[in-house]
């Protein structure tokens, strides 16, 4: 069974406690948090004071998603602020400070991993493995809510499925874009243990059956 977990991209920021705690409700399993800074990415989204703010609104782990350039000079405080997962972009920065970010985020009691843009090979993630409790797939670019999802991205996941079961079997894998009620199918397949869903979820007539439907 896959764990879900519902981006608050996806949410009404005016009722943004309502949302969090009906994914409480729903069934699913984390929060997940896109944090964007306009530089590695196109847009700009929500920081270390929504991540505080949000933190006594659900026993949920938050998994926060850094889309931002050079991570490592926040991902203390991110995890200070209550994120429990902290992933990183590993074309974010050069990979000496990608994995000293992973120890960061270790030394202070968080889960941390990985994420892949959808040009990234599989096999730039190789350095990284070892020291990640997640490895986070794009099957959209980054940076925007409600793309179509790329289909083209499960032999990427399949591949990272077969390294971690020879470098690090523990470790969760993660897929984040335009999974759905029917694309949830083919990621699970290809190997995906946590997905990320935004506009098909808040978009449900019924949250909770729609988490059990892609759970499954």
């Known amino acids: 069974m896959a764990y879900i977990a519902p981006s608050i991209l996806a949410a009404d920021f005016a009722n943004l406690q309502r949302d969090i705690q009906d994914i409480q409700h729903s ?76 120890d960061v985020i270790h030394s202070l009691g968080a889960k941390a991993g990985i994420v892949l843009k959808p040009k990234t090979p599989a096999e730039a993630a190789i350095a990284y493995l070892k020291k990640c409790d997640v490895v986070l797939v794009m099957t959209v670019e980054p940076g925007f809510g409600g793309q179509k999802f790329m289909v083209d991205m499960m032999p990427k996941v399949q591949t990272l499925k077969a390294l971690l079961a020879k470098e690090n079997p523990g470790c969760l894998l993660e897929v984040d874009g335009g999974v759905d009620s029917l694309t949830c199918g083919i990621c699970k397949e290809s190997g995906a243990d946590v997905l990320v869903t935004g506009s098909a979820y808040f978009k449900a007539e019924n949250r909770a059956a729609f988490v059990r439907k892609i759970q499954a």
Do not use: C
């Open 27 to 102: 069934g699913a399993d984390w929060v997940h948090v896109d944090v964007m800074d306009g530089l590695f990415v196109p847009n700009i989204s929500i920081g270390i004071p929504v991540v505080r703010a949000i933190r006594p609104v659900t026993k949920l782990p938050l998994d926060v998603h850094l889309m931002i350039e050079k991570p490592i000079r926040y991902v203390s405080q991110f995890v200070k602020a209550g994120a429990d997962i902290v992933t990183v972009h590993l074309e974010a920065d050069q990979p000496q400070n990608i994995l000293e970010a992973l």
